[in-house]
């Protein structure tokens, strides 16, 4: 069965400062889909990044990195030059590809920005 | 492009009564799916359906809860009966179809009270 660990139930960070999510998963399937998304306290659901299992290079996009090692089985979310209003919950969400489409999520972390 | 589009934002319901909550997918979207958050938790799969169809529902609960996501019209989670248990935000998730698997867009969330 697959499982999304997120240890740290809640993160502080210093605007302008990184800060990294961790993200570990459990799943013997040798293709799947990484996931993270940002919960804004208004509730919806934000995607931030994905990895795929077979992609040779770290995704990007914009100020979020996803440190992705495989053989660790982590997937940590980096976000650089924290602003404000990235103060939310965040989720790392796994998709086994070719069985069903169901994401596995984890328990989120809550991120706070101080100014 | 409007996005994923869910209503109500919030449904109150007292014991016993139906719940019925709505999901139109983004537009040119063959593929719905439906997502429960329980309080401090993260997202639970309930069920995944393409137009007409149910493909995976192994996330429903067996009884009073039902999917459909007819021909025209908007996608349905139906509660029959509710109980307090089901009070959670309720989340509904498109996408175009099986190739583009990280292109997963979710709606802002029905907060489902049962008083």
């Known amino acids: 069965a697959q499982k999304i660990t997120q240890t740290q139930p809640g993160m502080f960070v210093q605007e302008k400062e990184a800060v990294t999510l961790d993200c570990t998963y459990d799943?013997?399937?040798?293709?799947?889909?990484l996931f993270w998304y940002k919960q804004p306290s208004s509730g919806e659901m934000i995607f931030l990044i994905y990895q795929g299992s077979y992609d040779q290079q770290n995704a990007t996009e914009g100020r979020y990195s996803l440190n992705f090692q495989k053989a660790r089985k982590s997937a940590n979310l980096v976000i650089s030059a924290s602003q404000l209003g990235d103060s939310a919950m965040y989720f790392c969400?796994?998709?086994?590809?070719?069985?069903?489409?169901?994401?596995?999520f984890g328990k989120g972390t809550k991120l706070t920005v101080n100014p | 492009n409007a996005g994923v589009m869910q209503n109500p934002r919030h449904l109150v319901r007292r014991r016993g009564q139906e719940a019925r909550l709505r999901c139109s997918p983004m537009k040119g979207h063959s593929h719905v799916y439906w997502y429960r958050q329980l309080p401090e938790e993260g997202l639970k799969f309930m069920v995944y359906?393409?137009?007409?169809?149910?493909?995976?529902e192994s996330g429903m609960p067996k009884e009073r809860f039902s999917a459909e996501f007819p021909k025209e019209g908007p996608s349905i989670l139906r509660i029959q009966q509710v109980v307090r248990g089901d009070s959670a935000a309720y989340f509904c998730?498109?996408?175009?179809?099986?190739?583009?698997?990280?292109?997963?867009?979710f709606g802002s969330g029905t907060q489902l009270s049962v008083l």
């Open positions: 799943t013997s399937d040798p293709s799947y889909g």
């Open positions: 998730a498109s996408s175009l179809d099986r190739v583009e698997r990280e292109k997963l867009f």
């Open positions: 359906l393409q137009k007409e169809n149910i493909i995976d």
């Open positions: 969400a796994m998709r086994v590809q070719g069985g069903s489409e169901k994401l596995v």
